[in-house]
């Protein structure tokens, strides 16, 4: 080989060397830049500046390579949880998506989704991630998270303001008999079996749905750890509006005397004892 095609290779493989040490000291530098974003993202998230959080979240994705791994996935449920937080229900709804497409699928995000999509207002999404997170759970538990008693009220909800009362109804019947109902879910089939008394005539099938009513709200209490529990506290108040409602105003009376006793009183319940004190 003459001098000439040395020099040449010994060009070229200085250069290689740069280059080399150019994309090294590239892939150091983002990948500090995006472990400082999570780190600023993480601290404004303590602070409270949600809106911050979330766009440090981002911008540290955005600096990755590209390639979806461990980092990404951390980034993508601090950021899921900011824009939850931030009131985003659709932005943190599309996130938990995202979550389910690049890693492996867990009940826990389709329950995430699930509750993020009914408080966005879409009751459809949030009913079918529901119920493919119940299926998911039965081969793969939950150790520690979100669960299906923590998102089912949200979910029922949703529907029932969407107008799938069936699809409502059929929740909360399987999570009694699955024995995952909660205060919130009884608290809820009571609230439902009272607007529908409301809208029937005076008379015995109106006071039978009344008494439902109150035997859920009833069940809402029993079912609470913590009496201040705001589905418990919910359904205690609700008791004592049926009661009301069938002109039983003594009962309404004492109950709403109990719930001021407990819990303080607050405007509506004031109001409620005025009247009744009056009948």
Request: contains cysteine.
């Amino acid at each position: 080989m003459n001098r000439k095609n040395k020099k040449r290779q010994a060009i070229v493989l200085r250069i290689l060397v740069l280059l080399c040490i150019l994309a090294l000291s590239g892939c150091g530098k983002d990948k500090k830049e995006r472990e400082e974003l999570r780190m600023s993202g993480i601290t404004k998230m303590d602070a409270g500046d949600y809106a911050g959080a979330a766009q440090d979240f981002e911008a540290a994705i955005q600096a990755s390579s590209g390639r979806v791994g461990n980092f990404e996935i951390d980034v993508l449920k601090y950021r899921a949880e900011a824009e939850y937080k931030l009131g985003d229900y659709g932005a943190a709804a599309h996130t938990y998506d995202v979550l389910l497409e690049v890693d492996k699928e867990q009940p826990e995000y389709f329950y995430r989704s699930a509750l993020t999509k009914a408080l966005s207002g879409d009751a459809q999404g949030a009913l079918d991630h529901y119920l493919e997170g119940v299926e998911l759970e039965k081969k793969k538990p939950i150790e520690s998270g979100l669960g299906r008693q923590d998102v089912l009220a949200a979910v029922g909800e949703a529907c029932m303001d969407a107008g799938f009362m069936e699809e409502a109804d059929s929740l909360y019947e399987q999570a009694v008999k699955d024995g995952v109902a909660g205060p919130a879910v009884f608290n809820e089939m009571g609230l439902a079996l009272m607007e529908s008394a409301k809208a029937m005539e005076e008379g015995d099938e109106q006071n039978a749905e009344f008494e439902r009513a109150v035997e859920y709200f009833r069940q809402a209490v029993q079912a609470g750890k913590d009496k201040n529990d705001p589905a418990v506290k919910a359904a205690r108040f609700n008791e004592a509006v049926v009661y009301e409602l069938q002109y039983r105003y003594a009962r309404a009376l004492e109950t709403f005397q109990t719930y001021v006793a407990d819990y303080g009183a607050d405007e509506a319940a004031q109001k409620e004892i005025l009247f009744l004190q009056t009948r």
